[in-house]
């Protein structure tokens, strides 16, 4: 059965999808994934604020618990690896890719162009991921203190996309590795489009049972008539 939020309006079995993002930049793409969700799902955003949150947990754990108990994923990787960094652990949004990976359920990625023209970039100049990534983070800060401006914030981000693409698995053994790259909020916007009402529509007619098309189809007939 699909996990439901009472708390949140709409009907109690919609199914619950996870969005999982930084925020810096893409506030525009947020909000427009948010709209267009919210027509069909009940969606989960902490830049929205409706994640569900219990006061005995830690950002953290709420986050978490949202994955583990959402019924699909939706994650956005861009050139910020995301807030919430604990020390040298990894940030929230990494933790989140994480645990839906693990999870396994229907999950998609919007990845940003510039994190895959970097990943290429930093792999052709013969930097392994993640083993040099804390050398090219102590490069990117000494930039920084010159009042350079990388465009990547944390290379780590380019770890976190070859665990969504399954870089070290074989071609021939990944599955769910689609990232889907975006340039502007307008493409974000098409490929959400296109994949959820594809899902949104299939749900219904699940929902509705194989003959209800026809039946409407003969109640239609039969009006005319």
């Known amino acids: 059965m699909p996990a ?4 949140l309006p709409g009907p109690k079995n919609r199914p619950i999808i996870m969005v999982s993002s930084p925020v810096d930049g893409i506030e525009d793409l947020l909000e427009q994934i948010f ?3 919210s027509a069909d799902f009940t ?4 830049y929205k604020g409706t994640v ?3 006061s005995k947990k830690s950002n953290f754990e709420n986050c978490l618990d949202a994955v583990r108990k959402c019924d699909m994923f939706l994650g956005i990787l861009t050139t910020h690896y995301g807030s919430g960094k604990d020390g040298g652990n990894p940030s929230i949004t990494h933790q ?7 999870r396994d359920i229907p999950r998609w990625f919007l990845a940003h162009r ?3 023209f970097a990943h290429d970039l930093v792999r052709n100049l013969g930097f392994r991921i993640p083993f040099d990534i804390p050398d090219l983070n102590a490069r990117m800060n000494t930039l920084r203190a010159e009042g350079r401006h990388p465009v990547i914030n944390d290379f780590r981000v380019l770890e976190m996309y070859e665990e969504v693409i399954q870089a070290k698995k074989a071609l021939s ?6 990232a889907q790259p975006f340039a502007t909020a307008a493409d974000g916007r098409v490929f959400v489009v296109a994949q959820f009402l594809r899902y949104s529509r299939a749900i219904e007619d699940v929902k509705n049972g194989p003959l209800s098309a026809l039946r409407q189809m003969a109640g ?3 009006e005319q008539r």
């Open 4 to 7: 439901t939020n009472s708390l």
């Open 35 to 37: 709209a267009i969700l």
């Open 43 to 46: 969606v989960w955003m902490s």
């Open 52 to 54: 569900p949150v219990d």
């Open 96 to 102: 989140e890719v994480r645990a839906a990976l693990k």
């Open 114 to 116: 510039d994190v895959e």
């Open 173 to 178: 053994e990944r599955r769910g590795n689609w």
């Open 220 to 222: 239609e007939k039969g």
